[in-house]
């Protein structure tokens, strides 16, 4: 079937916006993150330090040696998790900030098989992977339902669970999961079958705590960015963050699709607990996440939540935290102030309208170009 | 169940609750502001912490506890006006810049105390001193209440004093309607000559001062010292007690207070045999079935009621 030259025309427009915008955005991005290095290079020098020697510290540091490259990766699987398992909601327009009590589920659940449920070798590491995300799409459910048939606010509801699931966790750890007879409070170890491979045992080249749960967090962006651009459900997702009244419009339910966004994110960041239990620390460990669940919400904005670009993100997010710790061991500026760059990525990237402004008045201006174009055929 | 009994009757347990819930009720009255000035403020967490570091850290080198609160009272409002700023003049997500806001805190006032004093737990190197207490001539001899009242804090008279404060701006002053206008339908608001952008600000800027004051209770009400994220999620906590209260003054003054009373006895059992950490997520999960009820009921009756800013 031949197309007509409308049609042909229609679609060279559609992809020339689309590549426009993409340059777009890729430039805005850069941009952004290179405003938030010169912003912290500036205050490192406004109080009184060499901001020189800290940068190169923060910018090569991580790949001096092969076990700071572990460290990296391994902490860049679990924030990019993170960060995807909040890119999902956020593509429909739902603010979930509950990743923490997600992970610490995962966490939890993936530790118990692991500690306690003798399995056959390859089920001994997948079998925990699974509840992991189970456990971590339930807690997820919770908020989505909430949203979805109630109309409740979900950063509360997120909020609230966080706060349960962090005490539930440390109760636990505390107490009924803590290994007997040791002082310190940890749990035992998983069973050696469970754990992740670490990359050392493949390649030979010691790379600390980084394991295959690397792959399995790139496999992961892969399927997320093959459901949303290419599956049904990833379709109403989007339409339901573009434009809610559209979508019910155009037929799609609605809750249905906020309540899917909320369980699949839920569930990759179960992943992201099941990495640390079984790829990082071997075992469950207070407060196993740190600040990691909210840096993962800086990676998913940074990213403008699209999950192969969040791996880019995460990755980059990962090599300034590694960076960080170096520079504070190397000179005398300290690690947080990664994370004052961080807040004015953030702050930077949601101050949405300088940018939208000159995107809008460059499209305005092509629109007009096309339609002057289009009357002289017209005319002719 | 005796021995919970005996706690819970204490007037030292009463002085407890009254101290814990300090911050929740200030930080909740600040978040109540702002959500109904129609900008969610996010960012209390930030501004408490902000606050609390700026309060220690003015306080120790000044050597004048007052200028400390002042700095830590500045600081917060500012960030209430960025807020304000980011979300009016550059059309940010008022929860992401609130995000952002928060890690920025965070960062900042970990990198100052790191660099000003070499120190990465906080300002305990240093001399702050602490806000005064209001003794009240007499109240010793009142029974049970006396004890508890007599050695609280200014700042924890000021916090319940916010109450009936937020409650007669809103209901019984020209600003406090504005602002409730303002909130509900920008546009109605505007189009009879109200200054919408202006008035955001104003709320933003109490929303900010009113946290500050919870921040600078916490470094200097009762210890003399930042430590790092000493807010631990109380910001949270105290937005969770604005929806929970209805956004209302007296509803958000009670979830506020019952947050407290909650946190307090999570302590106090800790003495006896019962898990503190399962104790203290109590009120949490009354927060999530209120929430749920909350939202249950209004879906049944329809619109109505003031419809918070973030949904």
Redesign the interface.
């Known amino acids: 079937m031949t197309s007509t030259l409308v049609e042909t025309e229609d679609r060279r427009e559609y992809r020339e916006t689309r590549r426009r915008g993409l340059a777009v955005d890729l430039g805005t991005t850069l941009a952004t993150v290179l405003a938030a290095l010169v912003i912290g290079f500036l205050v490192i020098l406004a109080t009184g330090k060499d901001p020189v020697r800290a940068y190169e510290a923060l910018l090569t540091g991580p790949l001096e040696r092969s076990f700071r490259v572990g460290r990296w990766l391994e902490d860049a699987t679990t924030l990019t998790l993170l960060g995807l398992s909040v890119a999902i909601p956020f593509r429909a327009r739902q603010i979930s900030l509950g990743a923490e009590s997600q992970l610490y589920a995962g966490a939890l659940a993936a530790a118990t098989v692991a500690i306690f449920l003798p399995l056959p070798s390859v089920a001994a590491v997948v079998v925990p992977l699974v509840a992991a995300a189970a456990a971590g799409a339930g807690m997820g459910f919770v908020p989505g339902a909430m949203k979805a048939r109630l109309g409740a606010n979900e950063i509360v509801a997120t909020l609230m669970l966080n706060a349960i699931v962090v005490r539930v966790y440390d109760y636990l750890v505390n107490g009924p999961l803590k290994q007997p007879g040791s002082t310190a409070v940890h749990s035992e170890r998983i069973q050696p079958d469970s754990a992740l491979t670490p990359l050392t045992d493949w390649l030979g080249i010691p790379f600390g705590r980084a394991n295959i749960g690397l792959g399995l967090m790139l496999l992961t962006a892969v399927a997320l960015w093959l459901l949303l651009t290419r599956t049904p459900l990833g379709y109403r997702i989007r339409m339901t963050g573009a434009n809610p009244d559209f979508a019910e419009y155009g037929g799609i339910r609605v809750p249905r699709a906020i309540e899917w966004s909320f369980v699949i994110g839920g569930a990759v960041a179960g992943l992201a607990g099941a990495h640390l239990v079984q790829g990082v620390y071997g075992r469950l460990e207070p407060g196993l996440a740190g600040s990691l669940a909210f840096e993962g919400i800086v990676v998913a904005l940074l990213a403008r939540n699209n999950p192969l670009v969040v791996v880019i993100a995460g990755l980059f997010y990962s090599y300034l935290r590694a960076g960080g710790d170096i520079m504070e061991q190397q000179t005398d500026v300290g690690t947080e102030i990664v994370v004052v760059i961080q807040a004015v990525i953030v702050l930077l990237v949601t101050a949405q309208a300088l940018p939208d402004l000159l995107k809008r008045r460059i499209t305005r201006r092509q629109v007009a170009r096309k339609q002057g174009a289009r009357k002289q055929v017209g005319a002719r | 169940m005796s021995s919970v009994l005996d706690v819970v009757l204490s007037s030292a347990f009463l002085a407890a609750v009254l101290r814990v819930a300090t911050p929740y009720l200030l930080a909740a009255f600040g978040g109540l502001v702002a959500e109904r000035a129609g900008i969610?403020n996010?960012a209390l967490e930030g501004q408490m912490l902000a606050a609390a570091c700026t309060g220690a850290l003015v306080a120790g080198y000044s050597g004048s506890v007052a200028l400390g609160a002042l700095g830590g009272l500045t600081v917060a409002t500012l960030l209430g006006l960025l807020l304000a700023a980011?979300r009016l003049?550059?059309?940010?997500?008022a929860?992401?810049?609130g995000?952002?806001?928060?890690?920025?805190a965070?960062?900042?006032t970990?990198?100052a105390v790191?660099?000003l004093l070499d120190d990465?737990g906080g300002t305990s190197g240093l001399r702050s001193g602490t806000l005064p207490t209001v003794p009240l001539p007499g109240i010793e001899s009142v029974p049970v209440l006396g004890d508890a009242l007599s050695g609280q804090n200014l700042v924890t008279w000021l916090a319940f004093l916010a109450a009936p404060f937020v409650a007669w701006l809103f209901y019984r002053t020209r600003f406090g309607f504005h602002l409730r206008a303002v909130g509900e339908k920008p546009d109605a608001a505007a189009s009879v000559g109200i200054p919408v952008r202006r008035v955001q600000y104003a709320g933003l800027a109490l929303s900010g001062a009113l946290a500050g004051l919870a921040g600078v209770f916490l470094s200097m009400g009762h210890v003399s010292f930042f430590v790092r994220d000493m807010t631990a999620?109380r910001g949270?906590?105290a937005?969770?007690a604005v929806?929970l209260g209805g956004l209302r003054p007296w509803g958000v003054f009670l979830a506020a207070l019952g947050f407290g009373a909650a946190e307090a006895l999570a302590v106090q059992l800790g003495t006896l045999d019962v898990?503190p950490?399962?104790v203290?997520?109590i009120p949490?999960?009354m927060?999530?079935l209120a929430?749920?009820l909350?939202?249950?009921r209004?879906?049944r009756r329809g619109t109505g009621e003031p419809v918070?800013a973030?949904?």
Do not use: C, M, V
């Not at chain 2, 995000?99 to 920025?104: C, M, R, S």
């Open positions: 969610s996010i980011l003049e550059l059309g940010a997500d929860i992401i810049a995000i952002g806001l928060n890690l920025l965070s960062g900042a970990a990198y790191y660099t990465k999620g949270f906590i937005l969770a929806f898990p950490q399962l203290s997520t949490y999960a927060t999530l929430l749920a909350y939202a249950w209004r879906k918070p973030s949904l």
